[in-house]
Each structure stands twice: as C-alpha cells, then as structure tokens.
C-alpha cells in the first residue's frame, strides 16, 4: 500500500517534520517518488518508522537506532515481547491462548476465555495482568509481521467491548465523588487505557463524562460548559515535540482554569515536559489507583 507523509504521520504519531529531519539527516526511510517528485511511502516504511521510535523511547539516540540493521532491530523486538511475557503461568496462559483465538479471529472462545478471565480476577487485576500486556505483545507482533492490522483490530474491538460491559454494570447512582471528564487529543487515537481509567473511576464513586478519542478542543469547550468537570483525564501517547506537547497542555491550561489535570502516556516524553503545579503526572495504574484514594 502507498502511503503519503501525512498518512504516515497519522498512522505513526509522528510529526510530518519529524520525519523530513529523519529521512535528511539519517537516511531513515527511502521513500519511492513519483514523476513530480511526490514522496510515497509503504507499509515497510512505517514498520520502521516506528521501530526507530519505539527504540529511541528505549534510550537509543535517532542516529544510532537509524543505523540498526533489520536483523539487530528485529532482535530488539524479540527481547520486547518476551518482556510482555507474564512471571505468572496462570495470566500467561491467558495471555498466549487469547492471542491464538485472537489471530484465528474465534470471537465465541476469544469472548468466553476474557469473560472468565474477568470474572476470576475482577476487571483491576485482568486488565493489568493480561490485557494490557496482550495489547503491549500485539503491537509487537505486527512490527515483525507475525500478525497483521485486521486482528489487531479484532481483538481490541472485544476487549473494548468487555470494558464497555463492565463500565455498563456500575450503576449510576453510586457515582457521588468529585466529576471528571476523559478524552483523548484530536491527534490520539488508542482509546482502549482512557476506557480502562473510566471504569476504575466509575467503579470507585466518581462521576465520569467519557469523550473518546480525537476530541477537538471546541467539543471540550461545551462538553465543560454543561459538565463542569472538577478533573480533566488526558492520555498523550503519539510522537510529538516538546514544543507541541507544551503549546497543547497550555492551550487546555488557558481554557479550563479551575479544573485539575492529569496527564499520562509517552513517558520519554512528558518527562521532558516542565509541567506546571496544575498538571498531575500518573506513571502506572497502581499511581492512578493512589491517586483516587487520596
């Protein structure tokens, strides 16, 4: 498949001038061009793309993770996703028996396997134990083309199911505690961690205007004027500049003045944020979970 540069930048998360810098200064990727010298870019191109990084999130410098053969990246991802492989034979065997059901698109054993799951472990520990790490291992599979988009897509339509059902069976009037609104960028796409946060919410007394993802800021604007959220939830998960990141958290800043914002996603990169004292920085669910408790 042909991608243009924006695709590609939608697709990887990265910026369109990201890229340029990448292709110019590393000989990244090498895009075909077109008679009118049209760059187009294929599917091979946003593998590596996303190697590349995936890899730099891990520590490398764009240079060195650029120089990296196919053989030594592919390496890396095999240390990545036995790294995804759970201490725990019990939520392992979860995990690798949902990924076959997963890949043979058996949505009847796929759905009756995640059910028990949940209902021997409760929704907390089966998605921290077993769906996470079995989205964290399908992102790596797909780099290494051991999978391909379409069951990808799949499994995280019944897993965004399960946590829907979950979500569905809290009633409502126990949601008594302070209001928060979740959404995504209009750039941020993988909703299925912010679902995830709108259940522990629900589930521990809060109430919760749930958004979605790619939510432009307007929508924010009149979803606040009739919600009044005390807490704005946010994930930033795609690549993107330090200088973007800020403009976008001072943005939200500017327009929510009283609300409390909590922020989590691409560590690499809010780490390198100077997050004001209205901004939260959560790392991990169990930091997420401390922080409603308190």
């Known amino acids: 498949m042909k991608l243009s540069i ?9 910026p369109i001038h990201t890229i340029r810098i990448w292709e110019r200064r590393y000989n990244a990727l090498t895009p075909s061009r077109s008679i009118g010298n049209t760059r187009s870019y294929s599917d091979a191109d946003l593998k590596r793309l996303l190697d590349i990084s995936s890899l730099n999130q891990a520590g490398l410098k764009i240079s060195e ?4 053969s196919p053989i030594e ?4 991802l095999k240390k990545d996703i036995a790294n995804t492989i759970n201490d725990n034979i019990q939520y392992e065997f979860y995990i690798s028996q949902l990924l076959k059901f997963g890949i043979a698109y058996n949505e009847t054993a796929f759905g009756t396997l995640i059910t028990q799951a949940i209902t021997a472990h409760g929704v907390e520990d089966s998605y921290q134990q ?25 499994i995280s339509g019944i897993i965004r199911q399960k946590l829907m059902t979950a979500i569905d069976n809290i009633p409502l009037k126990t949601q008594t505690k302070s209001s928060w609104l979740l959404f995504l960028p209009e750039d941020e796409a993988h909703d299925i961690p912010l679902l995830f946060a709108s259940y522990l919410l629900r589930a521990n007394g809060f109430k919760v205007l749930y958004l979605g993802d790619r939510v432009p800021l307007e929508s924010l604007e009149d979803a606040m004027k009739n919600f009044k959220a005390e807490h704005l939830l946010l994930f930033m998960v795609r690549q993107r500049t330090i200088a973007d990141a800020t403009n976008y958290l001072a943005e939200i800043e500017n327009h929510f003045g009283d609300a409390k914002i909590h922020l989590a996603g691409n560590e690499k990169l809010i780490n390198g944020l100077s997050l004001s004292k209205r901004i939260s920085h959560f790392k991990s669910i169990d930091e997420f979970r401390n922080l409603l408790l308190n």
């Open 130 to 154: 077993i769906i996470y790490p079995l989205l964290q291992r399908l992102g790596l599979m797909w780099r290494r083309d051991n999978i391909c988009p379409a069951q990808e897509h799949f």
């Open 6 to 14: 924006s695709n590609l930048e939608r697709l990887s998360g990265i």
């Open 65 to 68: 993770a650029c120089a990296l």
């Open 73 to 76: 990246v592919d390496d890396f």
